[in-house]
């Protein structure tokens, strides 16, 4: 299965973007969800959400942010509101259920004036 990450960008801090996460086939029942993570840094939980919709999301980014996922078009989103500078980073998608584990790419979004 490849993931494929798209929309990120530059933005001024307080603008919005929306990632996508488009597999190269349906996954229904996975779990998934949107990683990010700065240089030298460990790679963190955005948000996430199983295979019936149930959402979590780190504290960071909870009311700024909604995860939600299309599984007839395989593809999984991530709307960000009222971006932030410490928002800045590159964003991954993965898609997991019992041994299979799936990471895309990454795509960059950086926040900045």
């Known amino acids: 299965v490849q993931l494929v990450e798209s929309g990120g960008g530059l933005v001024q801090p307080g603008e919005s973007l929306r990632l996508s996460c488009t597999a190269s086939?349906?996954?229904?029942?996975?779990?998934m969800g949107w990683y990010r993570q700065i240089p030298g840094k460990q790679r963190d939980v955005v948000a996430q959400?199983?295979?019936?919709?149930?959402?979590r999301y780190d504290d960071s980014v909870k009311g700024r942010v909604a995860i939600s996922r299309d599984d007839a078009e395989a593809t999984m989103y991530l709307q960000m509101n009222d971006l932030k500078p410490e928002d800045t980073a590159v964003y991954y998608c993965?898609?997991?259920?019992?041994?299979?584990?799936?990471w895309g790419q990454g795509t960059q979004v950086t926040v900045s004036t």
């Open positions: 086939r349906i996954l229904r029942g996975y779990f």
């Open positions: 993965r898609a997991h259920l019992l041994t299979e584990d799936f």
């Open positions: 959400i199983d295979g019936v919709g149930n959402t």
